[in-house]
């Protein structure tokens, strides 16, 4: 099985990055059209918290595509492998459908400015709308909530989708560090 790198073809601050999945199909990430929305979502296949989101993760992106938003899920991790990711999707059934990358050299890790898995980015054709947590199932890393009070994602994207600015721009996400060596 062969193994697909992130492959950066273009990358300006406000640009696109354009980058394979691990299907080989070429996406332009970060600049959507007019009208269209992506959705970014940060993940780990060893991260528990991140694993923990992947029901909510596969309900958002199934609500939400309905509604025009572009789902990708992006796996910053240098020694993941296409194999790894097929089994971690399988085995929490996450996000079916959903594009799929693997962020070897961190291009778009760094772009986004993400930091933890899970994180979310939500852009739009003018730029960055929305960066931070799903929710605020937890407190703190091994503090979890019984439920979420907040639902920070969904609210932003309602906003977005609604042709409106989302009501927070950013959001301090809780999870494991994305360890670029």
Known sequence: MRLLLVCVLALAASGPVV???VDGRSLSLLAP????TELLLFVNTEC???????????????EYQAKGVNCVLVYPDQTTTVAAIGKHRQEFSLAPGAPAIIDRGFALTTAVDATVTPQAAIYTSTGL?????????????????????????????????????????????????IERR
Not at 48 to 62: D, K, L, M, V, W
């Open 19 to 21: 980058v394979r999945d």
């Open 33 to 36: 059209a007019r009208g269209k």
């Open 48 to 62: 528990p918290i991140s694993n923990r989101y992947a029901p909510e993760i596969t309900r958002i992106c199934g």
């Open 129 to 177: 709308a929305y960066r931070g947590r799903i929710d605020n199932l937890y407190a703190n890393v091994g503090q979890p909530r019984r439920a979420a009070t907040t639902h920070d994602l969904r609210e932003a994207l309602d906003a977005v989708v609604a042709g409106k600015r989302a009501p927070v721009s950013e959001t301090e996400p809780i999870g494991c560090s």
